[in-house]
């Protein structure tokens, strides 16, 4: 008699390599925003999470919406990922990432550089609120605080970003 594996010898069940295949890329594109543009923890993060979804995938495919759920997790392993004592890596040196081609790559690095300079937790807000285009109750519920406190912080962060940014948010805000 067959018995699923919880070990994932087996490739995991079609309906999730689907799921892995069609929101890997972006899960490590939120990731790259969430990391302050560190493409390689992105990458990490972005498998971590989707290591834990397979876990408990029988329960996540029968959710209303599992690529929410995946981006819960994604948020929450970001979040504990500096929490943890085992995480000893240290960058030595900073390698430049090859920008994205686009108008002004340059503003792009600057946003970039801006969001990484915020705490964790105000950047986790900004990032589901306004690049994911969650409403305030569902970034709350992802980040399991209160609908208040999202739209303070997203308040102090965006002051945050405005005063990092200076001359240079005029520039951002065009198209």
Known sequence: MDSP?????DGGTPEFRDFAAARARHLVRTAYLLTGG???LAEDLAQEALGKLY???RRVS???????????VLVNTFLSHRRRRSSGEHVTDTFAETPAPGP??????????ALAELPQQDRAVL???????????????????TP?????RASRAL??????LGDQLADLAQP
């Open 5 to 9: 594996t919880r070990s994932g010898t």
């Open 55 to 57: 876990g408990s995938w």
């Open 38 to 40: 560190d493409a390689h």
């Open 104 to 113: 002004d790559p340059a503003l792009r690095i600057a946003l970039l550089d």
């Open 159 to 164: 002051a945050r970003l405005r005063t990092r």
């Open 148 to 152: 208040s406190a999202v739209r303070s």
């Open 127 to 145: 990032i589901l609120r306004y690049w994911e285009d969650l409403g305030v109750e569902e970034t709350a519920t992802a980040l399991r605080t």
């Open 62 to 72: 029968r959710m209303e919406n599992p690529a929410g759920y995946a981006r819960t």
